[in-house]
């Protein structure tokens, strides 16, 4: 089974920046896909960003233009850099694997963007 660990989670004014990291304890080059999704209370979670083993990348429309998904294959490692941090992003950050229907979820870093 694939582990995933957040990290990165932090308070930030809004207009800031913070970037997340998910480390896999597998190599993610054997993985399909990797995405980041957030929920926040009392809310569904959702998708925020996802790339893909060739580098592919997709984001959702409330985080173009912010946020940048990327990865280093040699450290194992999905980042997302957050930039121009507003309120309404804040939520718990989750970092998601899919390899052939073998779905893993992370824990989850939290993000609070509040001035």
């Known amino acids: 089974q694939v582990q995933l660990v957040e990290s990165g989670g932090n308070w930030v004014q809004p207009g800031g920046s913070l970037r997340l990291s998910c480390s896999a304890s597998?190599?993610?080059?054997?993985?399909?896909?990797m995405r980041w999704y957030r929920q926040a209370p009392g809310k569904q979670r959702d998708f925020v960003a996802t790339?893909?083993?060739?580098?592919?990348?997709g984001y959702a429309n409330s985080v173009k233009g912010r946020f940048t998904i990327s990865r280093d294959d040699a450290k194992n490692t999905v980042y997302l850099q957050m930039d121009n941090l507003r309120p309404e992003d804040t939520a718990t950050y989750y970092c998601?694997?899919?390899?052939?229907?073998?779905?893993?979820w992370g824990q989850g870093t939290q993000v609070t963007v509040s001035s």
């Open positions: 998601y694997s899919n390899t052939g229907g073998d779905v893993n």
């Open positions: 597998v190599s993610i080059v054997s993985l399909t896909v």
């Open positions: 790339i893909t083993r060739d580098g592919g990348t």
